[in-house]
């Protein structure tokens, strides 16, 4: 697959590249998904994932939107890294046009799809709440993960922390707080809105969106 996508404006490009830059902090080795039909392209990364479409465990997205200069088909995934390496030449913002990797490359969530529609608004939730709620996960995170452990036992750790439901009006996962402060979707004072559809729990402020999937929602 070598194709181009085109951005309606450079600024857009500026907002993916710092969106990628945020997501590869979360996740080292991460994928991003690139969906477009039309105009507009949603760009999908999983700072938590559960490793299993079929069993327990909680994945989480995040999720911003862009438009596109044309028509655009496309559905394909690609290392952050492929992506943020083209991001990086100057000649991109020039142009706008971003230069996809060759070949798209697999990765379990990306086969986990949101509904487009049927989301129904349910609460708000403070902008103070999920960035403490990130910040007690972190802390969490790090007294529990020795410097050297196994991949396997490092990831079930961080389902156990991310995966604990926060109480309130709507129950959320911990890792929603984690994704939507290291997204930087956060806004000092904000209230973030809180919208439901069957099996899924999206929080949306102004600057993106975090998609929850995990087996108490329902």
């Known amino acids: 697959m ?4 085109t951005f309606s404006e450079s600024a857009d490009l500026a907002d993916l590249k710092s969106f990628l830059e945020r997501a590869k902090r979360l996740d080292e080795n991460g994928v991003v998904k690139f969906k477009a039909a039309g105009d507009v392209l949603a760009v999908y990364v999983a700072p938590i994932f559960s490793g299993s479409l079929l069993g327990g ?3 989480v997205l995040g999720l911003r939107t862009m438009r596109l200069r044309g028509e655009f088909q496309l559905d394909a995934n690609f290392e952050i890294s492929a992506i943020l390496d083209r991001l990086a ?14 070949a798209s490359v697999k990765v379990a969530w990306a086969g986990i799809t949101p509904p487009r529609d049927g989301w129904l608004k349910v609460s708000g939730i403070a902008q103070s709440e999920l960035s403490e709620v990130a910040k007690v996960g972190i802390a969490e995170v790090a007294s529990l993960l020795p410097t050297s452990i196994g991949a396997s036992i490092a990831t079930k750790v961080r389902q156990d922390v991310w995966g604990k439901l926060i109480s309130g009006p709507t129950p959320y996962p911990a890792g929603a707080g984690f994704a939507m402060s290291g997204l930087g979707f956060l806004t ?30 329902g």
């Open 57 to 59: 465990g909680t994945t």
């Open 89 to 102: 030449k100057p000649t991109v913002f020039i142009t706008s046009s971003l230069e996809l990797p060759p």
């Open 2 to 5: 070598s194709a181009k996508i």
């Open 188 to 217: 000092p004072d904000e209230e973030v809105d809180v919208f439901q559809a069957p099996g899924w729990l999206r929080l949306s402020s102004q600057n993106g969106h975090v998609l929850c999937r995990f087996s108490s929602v």
